[in-house]
């Protein structure tokens, strides 16, 4: 007896693997099978039974699956003829959807390679990098010396290893033209650190990365192939970096390395050279595996410290900055701003949803009678929504697959747009992950426009649906989600609406930005003079001299300079300063820029001058004048209510010089940072190692090709790089917020027209729902004024109430994107309310067009028809 | 003349004899069933002892075979099941029957496998009957 109930007891169970539908015919009969099976099975003793319960388990593992299998495959093939014969809903929910998806996979692309993609370094999360600070002159990051570097190596107990390198160019010769390649003067462990295997050869020996030692350089594969033919015999060759013979040792991959080097040559450092205010290094290291950021940030805090007692006249003030490897590569505000990207696709998105999900509800309506007939013949509820939730399924994987198309052809675009702007973005594909992003996405998708209609489409008061042209409880069931949903569309295109004119608005402002100089045909170019062949200053100046004359002589060049860095160029010098006598700063120095520039560098770039003089042959050689100009900000914290002229300053590295001139002040690294303070020395009397020549023509007509001929006469050893004019430089600038504002935008406009859709469709749903009434309101003589206020009344109620809640919802996310926008409030107030009037209005524009039609109603035909 | 009826959850069509080709060769528990059928309706565990005393218990056919291949051949239109039943059985029990198509189907089938067994005998892989 007992046995014969848990033998029930596990029948029921088994039936359970089964599909509902399947239960329901069939579940009696299989379990008066399995009955009897079992009576049969039991007369043959127990190896009988033992074989029986084998069956039924491998009948059940074997079979249920099948069923399922069957089951979905039926209710595709039903949903597939189904949507075939109802073409234009097909196409209308798979473009709007193919959209959808297809801008979600394309932001994905660009998120997934940037931000979500772990870096290419073996365990990246312990690296960290890690920079000098100083609170007091506001300097959050800043490159470190070669002694606090070796201090820190000394000192710290947090790290696996410690590396550091600096930046800069050599020129390759030998190999034809020169060529400028950029550089990393690297410490041995680095590449130990990055944990990297060379492609060919060795890292340098620790004896190599000592002063002194024999020169030896490591190049990237790029070089190798580029310049070498990718030669097999390269380790051990010598090649010539700026005149001087270096012996190979080994070829990296260029993927390989932090940061964009050609070439790596050890940093072989030497104290006796180095001072420990030249900050000029980057650093990073790889935490012990026992060791947090935070434990190791403590550690180098109590380092930082004992240094500024050591040595308070380099190290006073400044601390210790860590960040790990994905926080320095993809910074936060960027990755903030690229999630802030996903989020509005994903707006449009749910707006597409929405859309779809109002398509079918109509549809469902059409349908009443079919689903009132399935239902009468016996379907479950459950059936029918698994039917609608198929159908559903099935157009959203049409419309992803689709999407991921568009996506795939727009991804190309993307890179290339992104290229400069963004770290990474080399990687951007469409690949596995994206991939299968898109399909959860697609099945999302379905799972969000199929429920609502699954739901009220399968609750379906069967007599009623029979009876045709009837308007059940479903039906208002109906109007009200589809009004439900027209609000939600119009809520979530203001809160994407907001955003974008809010990027917009940013974007502008940083396009009419006051730069401090005129940016109009100026082009700028890079070189630098080897010491090999330009053994001393003099020489130097003399060349570059004899280029500013050449260039002036050329017709059509308006002016020429010479200077340590063109503005918006990238990099920047700093140096700490103060002023001697009474000031308003008192001891206390403060960070300023630094250039070094020739005589005509103010008046090339319309920098104006408010005060005394620029540098002329005063300021030349090393026994000139210590003269110095500021900018007007540098001037003005000093001495707000003095005259600057005469007056002294010292800078970092304790020299004194003398105010000649004060000059306008000058955005010199990005649109949106304020201008710094800045001070210019004369490069008459100081060089750097690479300069930039900066030339104003009188047209537009670029002047790189002039002036590499100019540059190649004098010498033509020597290679020019990045040669651009200043507008190129500009836009470069500018091209991530241009981009952001573009994006948005767009997706906004997409937004708007699938919402301005979403309403058209509800209110001409209406029109033909109450063609009857409006026609007996027509035949009682109300005019068509009055008909089309009744229609256009649902669309701006409607309208009105999503404009509400979306504007709601913009101001209460408006804060998000604060970081992301420049001289706009992101609660702007005209933007606020200006955006949901713009879209009531669209909607009543969009609402009018059935409206118009409800007012052509023909009395006689309305009440004939329904 | 293709004539589609829907019921419940799937379609299935009477079809044209041009159509009886398309269910070859068919499956061998859908055969045995058609042959438990071939002299009256049956439930479904009366097909299944059906079977089993005509294979001499060689085949068995498990419950959930059964039912699934049932599902499968009232969604082809090879047997359909009866609207009445003996009025004393259990009101929860299904019969079911061949249909027209069905019969069709199986003598097409059974043509198929005696044409086979006469190419076995041919090449005298089997011998022939004496």
Not at chain 2, 78 to 103: A, H, K, S
Request: glycine share 8%; charged share 20%.
């Amino acid at each position: 007896m007992k046995h014969r109930a848990v033998a029930e007891r596990v029948f029921g169970l088994v039936l359970r693997l089964y599909p509902a539908e399947f239960r329901d015919r069939f579940g009696h009969g299989m379990t008066s099978a399995y009955r009897a099976a079992r009576m049969e099975a039991a007369a043959r003793g127990r190896a009988g039974v033992a074989a029986f319960w084998i069956g039924v388990a491998v009948d059940a593992l074997v079979r249920a699956p099948g069923e399922h299998v069957m089951m979905t495959l039926y209710d595709l093939k039903f949903a597939a003829r189904a949507l075939w014969r109802a073409p234009v809903f097909s196409v209308v929910a798979i473009a709007t959807l193919a959209l959808g998806i297809g801008v979600n996979t394309a932001i994905f692309s660009v998120v997934h390679a940037v931000a979500i993609q772990p870096l290419g370094f073996f365990d990246p999360a312990r690296l960290v990098r890690i920079w000098e600070k100083n609170d007091r002159l506001n300097i959050a990051q800043f490159s470190t010396s070669v002694p606090n570097y070796l201090s820190w190596r000394e000192h710290g107990r947090s790290f696996a290893e410690l590396a550091a390198w600096r930046s800069g160019t050599v020129t390759l010769t030998g190999t034809g033209e020169p060529h400028r390649l950029g550089r990393m003067e690297a410490t041995a462990t680095l590449i130990p650190l990055l944990n990297v295997r060379l492609r060919r050869g060795r890292n340098f020996s620790p004896a190599e990365d000592r002063p002194g030692a024999p020169r030896v350089a490591i190049i990237m594969e790029s070089v190798w192939r580029d310049w070498f033919g990718s030669d097999p015999s390269i380790i051990g060759r010598s090649i010539a970096l700026n005149g001087v013979s270096h012996t190979v040792v080994g070829v990296l991959r260029d993927r390989d390395l932090v940061g964009t080097a050609q070439v790596l040559t050890p940093l072989a450092p030497d104290l006796s050279r180095e001072a420990r205010a030249d900050h000029r290094l980057s650093t990073i290291g790889r935490l012990r595996p026992d060791i947090t950021l935070a434990q190791a940030q403590l550690d180098m805090d109590a380092v930082a410290q004992q240094l500024a007692r050591q040595y308070p006249e380099s190290n006073k003030d400044w601390g210790v900055r860590m960040a790990t490897f994905d926080d320095w590569i993809v910074p936060p505000e960027m990755r903030q701003g690229l999630y802030l990207l996903l989020g509005s696709v994903g707006l449009v998105l749910l707006i597409a949803c929405s859309n779809v999900a109002n398509l079918m509800l109509a549809r469902a309506a059409l349908r009443r009678r079919e689903i009132g007939v399935r239902l009468a013949l016996g379907a479950s509820r459950l059936r029918l929504v698994r039917q609608v939730l198929t159908e559903s399924l099935l157009v959203a994987l049409v419309g992803g697959t689709a999407g991921v198309l568009i996506a795939s052809w727009g991804v190309p675009a993307l890179r290339a747009a992104l290229a400069s702007s963004l770290p990474r973005a080399e990687d951007i594909a469409v690949n596995a992950p994206v991939l299968i992003f898109s399909l959860v996405v697609s099945v999302l998708t379905a799972a969000a426009f199929g429920a609502l209609p699954a739901m009220i489409g399968s609750r379906n008061d069967m007599t009623g649906s029979l009876r045709e042209g009837s308007r059940g409880s479903a039906g208002a069931q109906q109007g009200a989600a589809r009004r439900m949903l027209v609000v939600a569309e119009i809520a979530l295109a203001t809160v994407l609406l907001t955003g974008a004119a809010l990027f917009v608005q940013s974007f502008l402002r940083l396009q009419h930005v006051e730069l401090g100089f005129n940016a109009k045909h100026l082009t700028t170019a890079m070189m630098g003079l080897p010491e090999a062949r330009y053994p001393t200053d003099l020489a130097r100046q003399q060349f570059y001299r004899r280029l500013l004359a050449e260039m002036q002589a050329v017709p059509g060049v308006e002016a020429a300079a010479m200077s340590s860095g063109a503005p918006f160029a990238g990099g920047n010098t700093g140096m700490p300063l103060k002023a001697v006598g009474a000031n308003a700063l008192g001891a206390e120095d403060m960070q300023a820029d630094w250039r070094l520039v020739s005589p005509q560098y103010f008046r090339t770039l319309a920098i104006p001058l408010l005060r005394g003089r620029t540098f002329d042959n005063r300021e030349t050689g090393t026994h000139g004048a210590h003269s110095i100009i500021l900018s007007a900000d540098a001037a003005r914290r000093f001495w707000p209510n003095a005259d600057p002229l005469g007056r002294q300053v010292q800078l970092g590295n304790k020299q004194i010089f003398q105010v000649i001139g004060i000059v306008g002040d000058v955005r010199n690294l990005s649109l949106d940072l304020e201008p710094r303070p800045a001070m210019y020395f004369s490069s008459e009397q100081i060089l750097w190692p690479t300069m930039t020549l900066i030339v104003r023509s009188s047209g537009s007509s670029p002047m790189g090709a002039v002036m590499r001929q100019k540059v190649a006469a004098l010498d033509p050893q020597l290679a020019v790089f990045n040669v651009r004019t200043l507008d190129m430089m500009l836009q470069q600038s500018a091209a991530q917020p241009r981009l952001t504002a573009w994006l948005v935008s767009l997706f906004a406009a997409l937004a708007l027209a699938l919402a301005a859709i979403g309403v058209y469709g509800v209110i001409a749903y209406l029109v033909a729902q109450r063609t009857q009434e409006i026609g007996v309101r027509m035949a009682l003589g109300a005019r068509r004024v009055t008909v089309m206020q009744l229609v256009l009344g649902h669309a701006l109620r409607l309208s009105i109430a999503g404009a509400l809640v979306g504007a709601t919802a913009s101001a209460l996310l408006a804060p998000v994107l604060s970081s992301q926008l420049f001289g706009v409030s992101p609660h702007d107030l005209l933007t606020l309310v200006s955006v949901p009037i713009t879209l009531v209005a669209v909607a009543a524009l969009a609402g009018s067009l059935p409206a118009l039609r409800a007012t052509r109603v023909d009395p006689l035909v309305a009440l004939r028809t329904d | 003349m293709r004539h589609c009826i829907e019921v419940r959850y799937n379609d299935y069509c009477y079809m044209a004899d041009s159509d009886i080709t398309r269910q070859l060769p068919l499956p061998p528990a859908f055969f045995h069933i058609l042959i438990a059928l071939g002299d009256g309706e049956r439930h479904g565990y009366a097909i299944m002892q059906d079977v089993a005393r005509r294979t001499d218990g060689k085949v068995r056919m498990s419950p959930g075979t059964l039912y699934g291949s049932i599902r499968r051949m009232l969604d082809e239109g090879l047997i359909d099941e009866l609207t009445r039943r003996p009025d004393d059985d259990d009101e929860r029990r299904r019969y079911y029957r061949v249909t027209r198509f069905g019969r069709a189907v199986a003598a097409a089938e059974a043509d198929r496998l005696r044409a086979l067994l006469q190419h076995a005998r041919a090449t005298g892989l089997v011998p022939r009957r004496s």
